[in-house]
């Protein structure tokens, strides 16, 4: 069965960081690639970070480049979301997804986690 369970949310301050995990079973990272998604308080879901399976390419979203960092553990079979700078507008809960490349286009993933919350305040 494939399962993604994210983890790693929790209340933060402005400039704080936070990693979260998207640790995946049933299936391997080598052929699926994995979106990072966000989805803010009245606002829709939207892709901050993916990683392609087939070579390892990165993408970001504007809001959050140069701040965030997506990576990935063979080993683990988790994919890390190392989130630095956080701003009160980054709060949300965040979701991984798990796809074929072109889903990273498309936003049409096969699989998603449960969800992550995400809380920057002072």
């Known amino acids: 069965q494939l399962q993604l369970v994210e983890s790693g949310g929790d209340l933060v301050q402005p400039g704080g960081s936070l990693r979260l995990s998207c640790t995946v079973s049933?299936?391997?990272?080598?052929?699926?690639?994995i979106g990072w998604f966000r989805q803010a308080p009245g606002k829709e879901r939207e892709q901050i970070a993916c990683?392609?399976?087939?070579?390892?390419?990165?993408h970001y979203a504007d809001s959050v480049r140069g701040r965030f960092t997506i990576s990935r553990d063979y080993a683990k079979n988790t994919v890390y979301l190392q989130m630095n700078s956080l701003k009160r507008e980054d709060t949300g809960v965040y979701y991984c997804?798990?796809?074929?490349?072109?889903?990273?286009?498309?936003?049409?993933?096969?699989?998603w986690g449960q969800g992550t919350q995400v809380t920057v305040s002072s």
């Open positions: 049933g299936f391997s990272l080598d052929y699926y690639a």
């Open positions: 997804a798990a796809g074929r490349d072109e889903a990273i286009a498309t936003y049409d993933y096969d699989y």
């Open positions: 990683i392609e399976s087939s070579d390892g390419s990165r």
